[in-house]
Structures are given as C-alpha cells and as structure tokens.
C-alpha cells in the first residue's frame, strides 16, 4: 500500500483569529469535513506537548527523528534545499544580503529585498576565501537577499553564533564559539574574516554602484547564520525500507527532505507564496503515487506565511484552496491502496503571527484507518476525534496503516 | 500575556470515594465547572502513566522537568521550604525529634508530637558538630517535632541512607553509604556521629526533663531523613525567560519552588491545614498578576491531607472552599489577558489514603484556548476533554497558550 503524507505548514490556529474562530473552523471546507468523516481525527503536538516547534524541528519530529537528539542547526536544510552537494565535515550557513556603512553598522538586513543581480553578487563571491589554508568557501544566492554557504575543510565546528544581529543600527555581529574546542574557535574566525570580506569585494561592485545612485541599500555584506553539520541519521528508505518523494517549494523544507534521503520533485509553477498554483503538486503527487514510490510528502507554505502577516482572510483563503487540493486527492487518488495523513507542522495563530506550541488538527484516512464520529476537520470538531493526541511520528504511524514497518521483535 | 498555575494537592480520588462518586463528584462546584465550561479538559498524569507520584516529584514534572533526570531527594524542599541558604555541595536532610531509650530503641517517632520549646531545641542543637574538621552544621526548625539541618563542607554525598526507621520498637537505623564513594562513607559517618551526639546533648535539656515529669515523650534525639543536594537545574526564569512567584503555605512546595527560582510569597493567614483562608492566597495572585510577574503558581494543601485522613467530608468540603477561590479568580482576573491552569498533583483517594497513580483532571482556560464542549469538572466529565491525556508539562503548555515559550528550530 502507499502513503502520503500533506502537511500545510502553521496549519493550527486559536479562536482569536477570526471573529471568534480559527482560520480552519472559519474556512469552508467541504472535502477536509468529506476526508474527517471518512477517516480519525484528533490532535498532534508535532515535537510534544508545550514545545513550541520550528518548522524544521517540527517536520523532523513529524517524520520520526527526535529533534532533541538530531537536530544541528538550520543551515543544512538552507544549502540542501537550494541543492547544494553537502558533505560530511562541511558547516552549512543560511545567508543574507544586508547593507552596513563604513563602520559596519548595519543598515538593512535584506539590503532592500533586492531582486535583481544574484548572479553578478554569486560570482563575485567565488573569490571569497579565508587565509587558513585549507578550508574551501561554496556559496550561492537563492531567491531575493537569501543564499547559503558552505565552509569545507578539516576540524571545522558548528559550534559557532550568528554574524547577523536582526537589528539594524548595530554592528554586525562577532561570530564566537558556543563550546571551547579549537575548532569552534578556528571556525568562528573563519566566519568573521570572511564576512569583512564579502564587504570588501560586494561594495565596489557595479550593482551596489547602481543601487546607491537609484537611492537604493546596496548589497555590500553577506552576513552568515545557522552553522549546521549535516545531521547524522539513517535515511527514511535506510530506516523504514520505504521510497520516498518530496513535493514542496520552500528550501527549508526541501532541505529537511533531503536530509532524510527523500527525492526532491518540483511540480510546476509554485513558488512556496500564497498565490502558489498548489493543485500541481497533487497532480505530481498522484503520479508520482501511480509509480515506483511507496510514499509522497506534500508541503504547503502558503497557511504559515498569511498567519505570519497576521492576515486571517489571507490564511482562510488559502486554506479553502488546500480544500481545492484535497478534492483533487478524494477524486483521484487509488483510495482502496492508499493511505493519507493531513495535518500542519504548527499552530501559528493570526494575532501572535508565529509558531506557538498548542498542539495542531491532524486527520488520517485509508482502507486501513478505523474511522471516529467526527465529520468536520478543525481545531474544535478533532477533540472528539479518535487518534487523541499524539506527539510527532506521524510517518511512522501511515507507514504502518499502509502495513510498511518492521516488527520491533518477534 | 500573564499565566495562573493552580494547584490542589490529592485533587484526584475514585468512584469509592464518597457514595459511588469522586470527591470532585460529590462536591458542589458551579464556578470549578464554569471554568470547564471556558476552557477545555482532560487527564493528567503528573509524571506519566503507571507512575506513582511524591508531591516533590509531581512538582517537578508539573514545572516542566524530568524528576527521573533531576530528582535528588526530599531534604532540599524541607531546608529551601523554610527559608535556609542552601549552598552549592551543602547536604540537606529533613529531620524530627524523636524519643529514644537508652539503648537508643526508638519509642516515639514525633516525640509526642511536640507543641512547645523549639526555640531551646534550636538553641541547644547549634552546639552539634562533628569530630571531623571542616564540616559545618546548620539545624533550624520548622513546626511541632519537624525541622531541617544542612551539612556544608568538602567532598560531602547524599547517596546514603535515613537515620529515621519508620517504626517504633527498633533501634535508630545506622544510616549507610548507597554508592562506593568515599565521599558517601564519610557523610553516612558524620550523620551517625551526630544523631548520637545529639542524644547527649538532648536528653540533659530542662524542656525534657520537665516533659518526663509530665509523662510525655521527651525531644531527646534528632533523626535525620532525606538527604539530598539541590537539584542542578536551570531556574524556571532561566529555562522559559519568565519571572514566577509561589504562593504557597507547605514548605515543601515553598521548597520546590524556590530550588526552580520562584520568588515566595506569603498569603496572610494561611495555614496549610484544611481551615486555612485560602481565599487570601486568590487575592494575592490577582495582585500579584497585576504587577510585574508573568506567572503565579498557587497551592492548596486540605484536599490531599483531608484524603491523607480517609475524610471524605472534609476534602469534599475543602474542594468547595476551593470553589469559592476559583469563584475570586472568574470574577477578579483580567480574563482577556491571562491563561489559566487548575489541576491537582497527583490522585489521593479516601480509601487508600495515599497518593495513587491514577490521573488527575486538569482544564485550561483563556483566551487562547479552544473550549472543548465538557462543563462539569471532575474525573468523570473530563474523559470527554479536549486536552485527551497528557504527562506533566502542564507549565511550559500554559506558557505556551500565554505566547511565553522560546522557539526550538526555525
């Protein structure tokens, strides 16, 4: 049997978002009620009860890998996720553009959101190198003001703070070692020259030229946050036997997936925003379930985003197009075949506008589910709901309706 | 946002209670169910499922730590309790004054539950010390034949045995190292050494003498019990960024909360006992959630010490008494401003009359709680709740509805 696993990301909410209800309760969502009552509902605190999850820890846990025991830092999941080749040793950075003046006082974290000239910043960047012989600097822009870098050497440490100190009107942040091994304190003067660096070959560069005379911030640092080694665990396929495949847009997400040895597939057209065409990723994913692979992760970001801007018509919107999605699953997926699981990585609630730790509606649904009384999927309808409340390990849990785990004993 | 933490100690019991019904059952209770009626409900076991708590333990793991993983014993909750400065590798220990023959047969456990000359006790007690140089001695006692001691010095242990037999009829326990360490032969010499020495200098002092003129049971020997060092944890301030007070009678609990760095404060009036005006501890955490703390914990004690008794009618009558502060609480909080928890420590249950591992019922209100459809509180009505059945926690998941939790991940 296969599997598949939807995760809308910050699916949850309070009954302050929206005229006294959740963002799910106010949304109309005739097929999330037709996959309720189809299937059992209940209530999934994604790391544990009054743990308040990132979104990676939180896709970590929710893929049956203790955060608490394998989690090294975002990084990774940044250089992963845009695809960048990480080996064992290398100390992965998320990256941003800023702008500082002359006295590295920092200015604008994201130089202005700048969109244009990523290729000339990445180029000028492969001439970043610091003196210590030995140690290799990757580095490559993504979307906007972001990118990743990778530092590759011997007795590297990501035991290393951010050079990012999300303020502005500060000076960029010194980057120290968190423990006192040699390789923490070798790593985090790496970092600071290389970071002095980027301001010396970003500032001259014709696009910062440009950009001061449009009245523009330039984008003349890179600033470097997140130092992660790869974390070390078995892939999903290496652990549970199974094929996998990821179908998200985000990197963190991409990179989470990767990490874990699931194949990346992009299904045309999306962008990890709102007004992503998210119906085709469960267009690829119901091919991609009519072939080889035993399981499908389908990531949706647009939830998370809308709550963040404390944007409840936003996240209602968005969710009455995941119910779009879900319609597509309950008209063509092999339901006699296939088991699903639909949840959210977190609560993120619309006044608060980030993660919070109250625990998340989670619904699954198959030939093998045992299905609850509960017909409407939302916060209030699941506390009726048949799975309880559950912590993590929802992968595990489908893989098991879909009869995919190995016996612990005989 | 601010959070309310109360606590009713032995809230829970069983259908054998008091007529085929719980305590909570029997109990007239419309502002206990008007908060059920709020908020949402369900089970809690204190430390986990099939895990019979001590208070001590129970606390912990309500404040959000491990007690497998901190615990240290209960003397450093008796000597924090009653306002001792206990010091990094300070030995604490719960003592009594006990009655001893001459052949040091105990002969009564309270000495007669002594009411008068503490103070002499106290006084005549700073002359203990032992033979061997460097350790320091610190005695203070507490109410009728209860007090603690603290033994300060180099290279002390905690892992040894208790001085008190539990029994009369028997000779004072020899107390004994439970590890192989020279640190733990050394301290379980000193504790017999000074419970000897405190015979000597005990049973000469006019107090007694004029009590064997009475007849009753001279304070002629001090049994030490408990021994522990403070548990090495961060404080709740350190672990979640929040300042909390206590607002407690038992020292105990003032002990608990003071080894995690809650401020203490008193309640005027109270008592611990089952005839304490704990509606002043109510009026104290209003005040107190109106200034600068972001948390209260409040602890009733009558219920567990009525059930402790086999009292039905006197928890039952306890827990309306607590109905009346929770009625303080609905009409006096800032409701849009604060999320609250009520829920008891464990279960004590009239016939057995000692703490069960049966769960206790817990509910949570706010404004950032989804209501679950149960209202009635009590051990019955709650199988219902939405909360399902969780383990301890119950701090970090009520600073996590009150947006007080930091992020783990991204």
Partial sequence: MKSLLIIADGLG???????????????????????ARRGSTGLLDSI??????????????????????????????ETLGIGMDVREGDISFRTNFATVDENFILRDRRAGRIQEGQEELEKA??????????????????????????????????????ADPHKTGVKVTEVKPTTTENSAEKTAEIVNELVKKSHEILKGLP?????????KPPANILLLRGASMKPDVPSIEERYGVKGVAIAAGALYIGVARALGLEFKRAEGVTGRADSPIINKAKLAVRELKGEVDFTFVHMKGTDSCAHDHDAEGKIAFIEKIDEVIKY??????????????TGDHTTPIVY?????????????????????????NERSVLRGGIGRISGQILPILLGYSNRLKKFGT
Same sequence: chains 1, 2.
């Fill in 13 to 35: 909410g309070r009954p302050t978002d929206y005229k006294g209800k959740t963002c799910l309760e106010a949304a109309n969502t005739p097929n999330l009620d037709e996959l």
């Fill in 48 to 77: 544990g009860p009054g743990v308040r999850p990132g979104s990676d820890t939180a896709h970590l846990s929710i893929f049956g890998y203790d955060p608490e025991k394998v989690y090294t830092g975002r990084g990774v999941f």
């Fill in 125 to 162: 960047l492969q001439g970043l190198k610091p003196s210590q012989p030995g140690v290799e600097v990757l580095f490559k822009t993504s979307t906007e003001h972001r990118g990743a870098l990778i530092l590759r050497g011997a007795e590297l440490s990501d035991h290393i703070t951010d």
């Fill in 207 to 215: 696009i910062n030229k440009e950009r001061e005379r449009e009245g």
């Fill in 329 to 342: 699953f309950l008209d063509n997926l092999d339901w006699d075949e296939t088991n699903v699981a639909f």
């Fill in 353 to 377: 506008g980030d993660h919070v730790s109250d625990p998340v509606p989670i619904v699954f649904a198959g030939p093998n589910v045992v299905p609850d009384e509960v017909d409407e999927f």
